[in-house]
């Protein structure tokens, strides 16, 4: 079991867009047994590769009761989003102990591959709709936080900053 260090805002590399995988081979699904040790050990429901600082669009997700139930997307599109959208309460291991408001889709359809660099599409809806958007954001380069007004962006990166200065002492 290997865990991976979890980048936190506000971590420039954070916004750093990440590139398509060439190719689904051994390097690819040993970041994906990381990144899914990584992810069940933080307690989270989802981790893109570009929180622990690997530039590549790879997604793990694990929305399950049990947490027996891992969705690995590799080079996700978005094909699809719902007319319906709603605010839900979002947080992020790379933004700790911070939860606020974000309006998503309420369904989403998208394409990628698997594990195995097979394609498929899942349709999603409810919280792994809500977790698909807010980890394909990771792959763009946004935080959730930045969905957040201005006062309340500056106020979250204050509180970062301060608890990584205070990590480190």
Known sequence: MALLPILTYPDRRLHTVAKPVADVDARIAQLVRDMLDTMYDASGIGLAAS??????????IDVSQKRN?????????????SVETHLNEEGCLSVPGIYD??????????HALDAQG??????AQE???????HEMDHLMGKVF??????????RIKTKMLKAQREDTR
Not at 118 to 123: A, D, F, H, N, T
Request: hydrophobic share 50%; glycine share 4%.
């Open 51 to 60: 929180q622990v600082d690997v530039h590549e669009r790879v997604i793990v």
């Open 69 to 81: 139930e891992p969705l690995v997307l590799v080079n996700p599109e978005m094909v699809w989003t």
């Open 101 to 110: 408001g974000v309006i998503r889709h309420d369904a989403v359809h998208v």
């Open 118 to 123: 097979q394609g498929r599409v899942i349709e």
């Open 127 to 133: 919280l792994l709709a809500v977790c698909i958007q």
């Open 145 to 154: 936080v930045e969905y957040l007004s201005p006062l309340k962006r500056n």
